[in-house]
């Protein structure tokens, strides 16, 4: 099934350094969201953005979507060692009506 | 507090043997998913449930089965005909099949020995 794809697929920053994660999608969507995955945990909702949003902010994250593009980043600031995870996209654009996932991003933030 | 609970943690399957995956939720969400992870494979959608007494094959369903007797819970079988059973198992819900976010689980551990 079609599904987001993550770039890059791993991220190795210093802490306090800017981390952007992009994420590209092949079908017509009505949204996109982020979620964040600590290793062998769960995943945890980060943010969604709708179609007809162009960006969105909470706290350190902001996410930006192009429609026109198929293509959406996630943009964390100041990083921190707790950031450290992966990052899926996740668009809605499953042929059941399901959340299709990337493979993810794996941020590694030095301290 | 409101969440998602997954039992075991960590399991072990003989070959040949069937195991059962616990997902409980007391979100009072309708829907309720389980998705496979595979290291480098993201995450594959086994089975879903919009509601109570249904539920849908996703895109791996083979091997698999599922029920949804009650709101709450939405085990997962994992039979003997699935012949790669080891990896993540992850159980979700949301408040309705649709555009919104999903809660998920702290997953299962699947292995075989």
């Known amino acids: 099934s079609q599904q987001g794809e993550e770039d890059p697929q791993a991220l190795s920053i210093q802490e306090g350094e800017n981390a952007t994660m992009n994420c590209s999608y092949k079908t017509s969507i009505n949204n996109l969201q982020w979620y964040r995955q600590n290793s062998g945990r769960g995943l945890v909702h980060l943010i969604l953005i709708r179609s007809n949003e162009r960006e969105k902010h909470s706290g350190r994250l902001r996410v930006t979507l192009d429609t026109s593009k198929k293509s959406s980043s996630l943009l964390i600031t100041a990083s921190r060692a707790a950031d450290t995870a992966s990052y899926f996209c996740?668009?809605?654009?499953?042929?059941?009506?399901?959340?299709?996932f990337g493979k993810g991003t794996k941020l590694s933030v030095k301290p | 507090d409101g969440g998602i609970t997954q039992s075991p943690k960590y399991l072990f399957r003989k070959e040949g043997q069937n195991v059962t995956l616990s997902c409980e939720q007391n979100l009072n969400h309708d829907a309720m998913y389980w998705y496979r992870q595979d290291p480098g494979q993201g995450l594959r959608l086994i089975y879903y449930s919009q509601i109570v007494n249904d539920f849908q094959k996703g895109d791996i369903a083979e091997g698999y089965s599922v029920s949804r007797e009650k709101k709450e819970s939405f085990p997962l079988t994992v039979t003997s005909a699935q012949k790669n059973p080891t990896a993540f198992y992850l159980c979700?819900?949301?408040?309705?099949?649709?555009?919104?976010?999903?809660?998920f689980g702290s997953g299962t551990r699947l292995t075989v020995v």
């Open positions: 996740a668009t809605d654009g499953g042929s059941q009506g399901n959340l299709i």
């Open positions: 979700a819900s949301s408040i309705a099949h649709g555009n919104y976010g999903y809660t």
